[in-house]
């Protein structure tokens, strides 16, 4: 399977009370799994779908042109651990920063019945917006790289979650610093103006002195306990609690 190329598998053993991860997993991604799967007591599947690097040049460049296309490798392993019986695929959620951003809102649009809830930090909600904001487009050979990367016109309108709102089912969550230069937040208010015409409700975490991730251990701290008391999970994971309460317009601002 494709999809599983370099996918990484955390479950807690109940009978021996620890966390048993599977796949090729370096030693900062078996201490993230960890982390997620003690403090949340979920599973956590954690894909390099095609356009992940480490697997060589061809396997990177499947997601050029193809954002939402590349997400079918999620949902293939999805099924591939229900079917190993390491998961129930009709209790997961998923969760992922910047382009893992884009995925968790792209994801449950394409398959609302795959998902009990989703949150976005810092995603990718316009990529036709990439061309007029964003600081990949000051660096040298920068247009030229979203080209090749992300397509652009209608080729991109495609791909692009904000024109997708009302396919939103999934109780969903965004996370977003008002300093983000990457994906500037200006955008991530646009998607969320969307969602609030469709009348579409959502949870969201604003905090105006972060950007492209949060570097302030507070404010880390504070999104895990925000996640904890949403009873959403983190990537991808078999939930105790399915899903969580979705309330419009919840934000906090430091």
């Not at 992940?52 to 954002?67: A, D, P, R």
């Not at 990367?149 to 965004?174: C, H, R």
């Amino acid at each position: 399977l494709r999809s599983l190329v370099g996918s990484e598998m955390c479950i807690r053993d109940s009978s021996r009370n620890c966390v048993k991860c599977f796949g090729k997993i370096n030693k900062t991604t078996e201490n993230f799994c960890v982390i997620l799967v003690t403090v949340f007591s979920n599973n956590v599947i954690q894909n390099n779908i095609r356009g992940s690097s480490g697997y060589g040049l061809k396997h990177m460049k499947e997601v050029y042109g193809n954002f939402d296309t590349v997400l079918e490798d999620i949902f293939d392993s999805l099924d591939f651990f229900d079917n190993k019986g390491l998961i129930d695929k009709s209790n997961v959620c998923i969760y992922g920063a910047s382009y893992g951003g884009y995925a968790s809102t792209q994801a449950p649009m394409m398959r609302p019945d795959l998902f009990k809830c989703a949150v976005s930090e810092a995603g990718l909600y316009d990529i036709n917006a990439q061309y007029k904001s964003g600081d990949i487009r000051w660096a040298r050979g920068g247009k030229k790289f979203l080209q090749a990367t992300f397509g652009d016109g209608d080729e991109a309108k495609k791909q692009s979650p904000v024109n997708y709102v009302d396919k939103l089912k999934t109780p969903f969550m965004i996370i977003h610093g008002v300093k983000d230069i990457r994906t500037p937040y200006k955008e991530a208010v646009t998607f969320m103006k969307e969602l609030d015409k469709k009348g579409i409700t959502y949870e969201k975490m604003i905090v105006e002195k972060e950007g492209h991730g949060f570097s302030d251990e507070e404010n880390r701290i504070e999104t895990e306990s925000l996640l904890k008391k949403s009873k959403a999970t983190v990537c991808m994971g078999h939930l105790e609690l399915a899903g969580f309460e979705a309330h419009p317009g919840y934000s906090h601002i430091n």
